[in-house]
């Protein structure tokens, strides 16, 4: 579900109408004594809101939870209409927060006037923080983490110097979409020709820069782009920090502009990276047109900042299956992908090199 002006979507499990009612279920792995048990009342209570923003006011009957280890199901009541109009105002806030965190590898962590207190539902490495020198709410992290510096070695580099964003010139010479992402959501998309050099534009995701079959038609500079690559072929992102100007109001505006400006064949789109796993999980099943879909995600902390790191279909191996958290990964050619204004680290089985560290022993992959 995508909320009509972009800026909320979520993924319903399971839904049943087949009686007349309409009724929410997630579907859970584990059992209600799970240190995450609490937080799905506030998940399914989010997707009522979905629903009801995306349904013409249509309010559900029921929200139920079914865990697979016991068999438990658990029921709630769903959110009143007054509730759900409430909502509307207080995920907005939380939206806005989100993207207020600028670009860049989210830093992990905070001090502890910025990190959160811990008390909501499922809420945990966000409440870890610094007190001064002294790491607080790092009960988690005890338990995957020995507390050694984490050492960078050739060719790796921190998580914070991940390129950031970029300035390009050229001219659009197509644009398409709506139309599916690697992730199967809906977002506009245009080519850029730079000189002799042809790169995609696409929004980073549904929504992040509605406008951009609507720019200027000759020469333009695309301002705070996000450098990336998908299937080998470097593109950028555009979203809400994202300008593009002509290229006239570009001089205008900058006293040097070519000093801002980067050539489109000398993007960088990779990264060499190293970190603790800090949680790792993986996703299945089957699109709309009938074809598997698989996704491996896990987040790696280098003891500064947090980035995500995705694998799709047939990058995803065995050494990444049996990793836990705790292990340590080193990625030498990980593609730059964007999500909601932060990176994300994708590997291409093909391109990019690991190697997960153990306790037992050293496995390449």
């Known amino acids: 579900m995508f909320h009509q002006d972009g800026w909320a979507a979520g993924e319903l499990d399971l839904v049943l109408r087949w009686d007349g009612r309409i009724r929410l279920i997630d579907v ?10 609490a937080s799905l009342q506030h ?5 009522s809101w979905l629903w009801f923003e995306t349904h013409e006011g249509q309010r559900v009957d029921g929200m139920e939870g079914w865990y697979l280890d016991g068999p438990h199901r658990v029921e709630f ?24 965190m600028g670009a860049g590898p989210a830093k992990m962590p905070v001090s502890l006037e910025e990190a959160c207190d811990g008390e909501s539902a499922g809420c945990h ?3 870890l923080a610094l007190d001064g020198d002294t790491m607080v709410n790092d009960e988690l992290l005890k338990t995957i983490y020995d507390g050694q510096e984490i050492i960078m070695s050739t060719p790796s580099e921190k998580l914070q110097q991940i390129p950031q964003s970029v300035s390009v010139t050229g001219k659009f010479t197509g644009a398409w979409g709506p139309l599916p992402n690697h992730f199967g959501e ?23 820069f509605p406008t951009l079959h ?36 570009a001089e205008q505006e900058f006293d040097d502009l070519s000093q801002k400006l980067t050539r489109v064949g000398l993007l960088r789109t990779r990264a060499n990276v190293e970190g603790i796993i800090l ?30 790191v995705a694998a799709f279909g047939s990058s995803i191996t065995g050494a990444m299956e049996e990793t836990k958290p705790g292990d340590t990964l080193k990625m030498t050619g990980a593609e730059i992908g964007w999500r909601n204004g932060l990176p994300q680290l994708r590997i291409d089985i093909r391109s990019t090199r690991l190697s997960f560290k153990r306790k037992e022993s050293l496995l390449e992959g």
């Open 28 to 37: 859970k792995s584990g059992d209600p004594t799970s240190k995450f048990a």
């Open 77 to 100: 009541e769903a959110p009143s209409v007054e509730n759900l109009q409430t909502m509307t105002g207080v995920f907005k806030q939380v939206h806005e927060k989100m993207q207020a």
């Open 214 to 249: 609507d720019c200027p038609k000759d020469e333009i500079v695309i301002i705070d782009a996000l450098p990336g690559v998908w299937r080998g072929q470097a593109r950028l992102y555009v979203d809400k920090n994202t300008r593009i100007l002509s290229r006239q109001d």
């Open 279 to 308: 949680c790792i999980a993986k996703r299945s099943g089957i699109r709309l047109d009938g074809k598997p879909w698989a996704m491996l995600s896990m987040h790696l902390w280098d003891g500064e900042h947090v980035v995500e």
């Open 43 to 47: 998940q399914l209570g989010f997707y």
């Open 186 to 208: 809906p977002v506009l998309g245009a080519m850029l020709m730079a000189g002799m050099k042809q790169i995609t534009i696409e929004e980073s995701q549904p929504g992040a």
């Open 125 to 127: 490495w966000c409440s």
